[in-house]
């Protein structure tokens, strides 16, 4: 396994769901999860019938950004929070993806 990408939350009221995914080192770099971030996205609104994605990441982890961003999710917010691992207070990036913004 190279690395895994999952919902994780999902609101299948508001249509709505939330995704995390990491990466081995060794394969960063190389468009993997940008290629599965985007098929999930296809999956979730045509298959799956989910109206928007959300993407989490802490404010430093530019290459998540990047992930993001080149697969249509576009920046919504800045926000403090507590890291679910150390409990310490962390800046984070909310990113969304509402059908429609890609290719749709």
């Known amino acids: 396994m190279i690395g ?3 919902f994780e939350k999902l609101d299948e009221i508001k249509k709505e769901a939330e995704i995390g995914y990491f990466l081995k080192k060794e394969y960063w770099s190389k468009g993997y999860m940008t290629e599965a971030v985007t098929k999930l996205c ?6 799956f019938g ?3 994605l ?9 290459a998540s950004q990047k992930v993001a961003q080149k697969s249509g999710f576009s920046l ?5 929070g507590s890291d679910r691992y150390t409990r310490k207070m962390r800046d984070y990036l909310e990113f969304r993806y509402t059908k429609g913004d890609l290719n749709e």
């Open 4 to 6: 895994s990408i999952k």
């Open 42 to 47: 296809e999956l979730s609104m045509d298959q």
């Open 50 to 52: 989910l109206k928007q």
């Open 54 to 62: 959300s993407i989490v990441t802490h404010l430093e982890n530019s």
């Open 76 to 80: 919504y917010r800045r926000f403090k």
